[in-house]
């Protein structure tokens, strides 16, 4: 949704850009290019993988900027350290494809490896981890709440009963468990999911729910939205993009209160949807939902 957050945000030159989640840095090139000259861009991710890569196609660019290894919940830390507040600022929430393709960090349930899902592989602790200390209706609630994932309990139940006679520590492991827990009637006829699409539905529910539990993701995206429109400059812009109902409700009602408090002077009054080129292309994007506001 690059189009889509550059007329949300519009940097121009001389401005300070954030790129709070820099993954592939395709938003971050097109922030960079449009500060320069003059502007300067900050960007973090919780992934150290992901900076060095960055690094190498924002120096093409040329331009200030400045990567940091972070969570977005310290962004206020790493301006104040610095002494400037923002003017455009992009969040784009969950995975990249480069973390959901390598199969040794866990997201994917397609390929095995190990149950990790951690975004900072330096610290904190690991899915299979999770899954092993979580009780019945700890994994049930992250499940239902986090995944929308109607089985919520029969999957929780039948991860309880599989881990007394041992871990659970693949990414197939897991998949299997979960497609035999919750089988899936599948439906065909026009305007239906692939049958295949049907049955890994249950999986990828519980997988997003598990890597939200493992990156603290809603707690981060609360955080931010807290300190938000202090890191603001006056007129300055922040757009979130984000991929989950619990992720855009927060986005949501913060950006609401702000426009009530006054704070925030203009924004999206409806999330903006990927465009169907983008959803055809990027099946990820169906679920997109991007929001911005204006500050003051
Ligand atoms: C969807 S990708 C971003 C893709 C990016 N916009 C691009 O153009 O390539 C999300 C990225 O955010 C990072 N991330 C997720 N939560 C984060 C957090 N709390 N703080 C910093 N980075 C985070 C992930 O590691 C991942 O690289």
């Given at each position: 949704?690059?189009?889509?957050?550059?007329?949300?945000?519009?940097?121009?030159?001389?401005?300070?850009?954030?790129?709070?989640?820099?993954?592939?840095?395709?938003?971050?090139?097109?922030?960079?290019?449009?500060?320069?000259?003059?502007?300067?861009?900050?960007?973090?991710?919780?992934?150290?993988?992901?900076?060095?890569?960055?690094?190498?196609?924002?120096?093409?660019?040329?331009?200030?900027?400045?990567?940091?290894?972070?969570?977005f919940?310290?962004?206020?830390a790493?301006?104040?350290?610095?002494?400037?507040?923002a003017?455009?600022?992009?969040?784009?929430?969950?995975?990249?494809?480069m973390q959901?393709?390598?199969?040794?960090?866990?997201?994917?349930?397609?390929?095995?490896?190990?149950?990790d899902?951690?975004?900072?592989?330096?610290?904190?602790?690991?899915?299979?981890?999770?899954?092993?200390s979580?009780?019945e209706?700890?994994?049930?609630?992250?499940?239902?709440?986090?995944?929308?994932?109607?089985?919520?309990e029969?999957?929780?139940?039948a991860?309880?009963?599989?881990?007394?006679?041992?871990?659970?520590?693949?990414?197939?492991?897991?998949?299997?468990?979960?497609?035999e827990?919750?089988?899936?009637?599948?439906?065909?006829?026009?305007?239906?999911?692939?049958?295949?699409?049907?049955?890994?539905?249950p999986?990828?529910?519980?997988?997003?729910a598990?890597?939200i539990?493992?990156?603290?993701?809603?707690?981060?995206?609360?955080?931010?939205?807290?300190?938000?429109?202090?890191?603001?400059?006056?007129?300055?812009?922040?757009?979130?993009?984000?991929?989950h109902?619990?992720?855009d409700?927060?986005?949501?009602?913060?950006?609401?209160e702000?426009?009530?408090?006054?704070?925030?002077?203009?924004?999206?009054?409806?999330?903006?949807?990927?465009?169907?080129?983008?959803?055809?292309?990027?099946?990820?994007?169906?679920?997109?939902?991007?929001?911005?506001?204006?500050?003051?």
């Open positions: 949704m690059l189009a889509e957050v550059l007329a949300a945000i519009e940097p121009k030159p001389g401005e300070v850009a954030v790129d709070a989640t820099l993954g592939g840095a395709g938003h971050a090139r097109e922030l960079l290019r449009r500060v320069t000259p003059g502007g300067r861009l900050f960007g973090l991710d919780l992934d150290p993988a992901n900076l060095e890569p960055a690094r190498a196609l924002l120096s093409e660019i040329g331009g200030a900027f400045s990567l940091h290894h972070a969570n919940a310290g962004l206020q790493i301006l104040g350290a610095e002494g400037v507040r003017d455009a600022v992009i969040v784009d929430l969950g995975m990249s494809s959901v393709d390598d199969a040794n960090r866990g997201f994917s349930f397609v390929r095995d490896g190990p149950l899902m951690r975004m900072d592989s330096t610290r904190g602790r690991t899915a299979a981890q999770l899954l092993a979580l009780s209706s700890e994994l049930a609630s992250a499940f239902r709440d986090l995944g929308d994932e109607p089985h919520a029969k999957i929780a139940a991860i309880v009963a599989y881990r007394s006679n041992g871990s659970i520590s693949r990414t197939v492991e897991l998949a299997r468990l979960i497609q827990a919750a089988p899936v009637t599948v439906i065909r006829g026009p305007g239906q999911a692939t049958p295949r699409q049907q049955q890994i539905r999986t990828a529910r519980v997988f997003q598990l890597r539990l493992v990156n603290r993701e809603l707690a981060n995206l609360q955080a931010f939205l807290r300190f938000l429109p202090d890191i603001l400059a006056p007129s300055g812009r922040a757009a979130i993009i984000s991929f109902s619990g992720e409700r927060l986005v949501k009602n913060a950006f609401r702000g426009m009530r408090s006054g704070i925030f002077i203009s924004g999206s009054d409806e999330p903006i949807r990927a465009s169907a080129g983008e959803r055809y292309a990027n099946p990820r994007s169906r679920s997109a939902k991007l929001r911005w506001i204006r500050r003051a």
